[in-house]
């Protein structure tokens, strides 16, 4: 696209130059800017301005609206609009022959200008995508070696027949996971001066532990934490704990981790099979465990913002965050409430 909207305000899209009133004439206003300054700024003529000062005192902010002439259709079509809606909802860029898999205002203004023939810039078509209720953010990834039969056939009807066995058995359905926390693990966004990185002083010692956890859809909480790396023995001594003072069968939803699937593991619990059951997530659906969102809010949302200083401030912060999260029942049951998990309810 060429920049002689950078010379010629006149080229300048009708939402774009929406805001750019409003923006100016708030600097003058509200801000307290002289007009001249304003003009210096955005390369405006003087009877620019103050006819815009003039629109604002007769209508407000309203009336710095751009005017078109009657029956003048808009730039952006609706049928454009509704082009715009299926293609980001429906398709990546890399469909179109861009090498990415998000899109950007810019990288659809492109298409809109190949497939329709408009000239428009980014802010305008950002205009029309909130307008359409559509919003920038960040978004889940879903992993490429996913099988969708292996899932379709575990949400509608494995999973099914496990809850059907859980109710026979009159039995508990658990979902359990395991992750590693860092010492020198950060997360999280803080404020600063414009153009300026906040620096933060961390340590960067090496050290971690790794956890285990299971969560139910009723609420409960239970987890374990491994100076080593999780092993069949002490995945053994994981399961042990948790049937320890049950009352009721558990029924376990795991991934494929290899101590999941050793030997030992499979000896122990086809020896307690009254007690508890063992099935098996689909392959590469971490979205599908509810309980990863324990990980998600122990790590991002506490360990990662908070000042550890060495492994043992570590484990008493990592103890800590658990057993908070494990008292929220309304926080835990919220785990299930999410699009990817709420088959699990």
Known sequence: MNNEWLSDARKIPGETMNYIRKIAVHAVVEKGWGPEIVIEIFGLSTSCIYEWLGR???????????????????????????????????????????????????????????????????????????????????????????????????????????????????????????????????????????????????????????????????????????????????????LEYLLKGRTRPLILIVDHAPFHKSKKVRDFVRGHRKKIRVYFLPRHTPECNPDEQVWNEVKDKKIGRQPVKDKPDLKRRLISSLRSLQRNTDRIISFYLLPDTKYAL
């Not at 508990?172 to 906040?198: C, H, K």
């Not at 933060?200 to 285990?212: P, S």
């Open 56 to 238: 604002y005192e007769q209508g407000g902010y309203d009336a710095l609206e751009t005017r078109y002439p009657p029956g003048m259709k808009p730039i952006i079509t609706k049928e454009m609009d509704a082009w715009l809606e299926k293609t980001i909802l429906s398709y990546t860029p890399t469909a179109f022959g861009y090498d990415s898999r998000l899109w950007t205002c810019d990288i659809l203004a492109e298409i809109l200008k190949e497939k329709f023939g408009i000239d428009v810039i980014g802010a305008t078509v950002n205009a029309h995508l909130n307008k359409l209720g559509l919003t920038y953010q960040k978004p889940n990834y879903r992993a490429s070696e996913q099988d969708p039969i292996e899932v379709e056939h575990f949400l509608h009807d494995k999973f099914p027949r496990i809850q059907r066995l859980a109710k026979k058995m009159d039995a508990d359905i658990a979902f359990e996971d395991e992750a590693g926390v860092y010492l020198n693990m950060q997360s999280g966004r803080t404020w600063g001066a414009s153009g300026e990185t906040p620096e933060i002083i961390a340590t960067d010692k090496r050290g971690k532990f790794n956890m285990l956890s299971i969560v139910t859809n009723g609420g409960e909480m239970q987890f374990s934490i491994e100076e080593k790396n999780v092993d069949s023995d002490s995945y053994i001594d994981f």
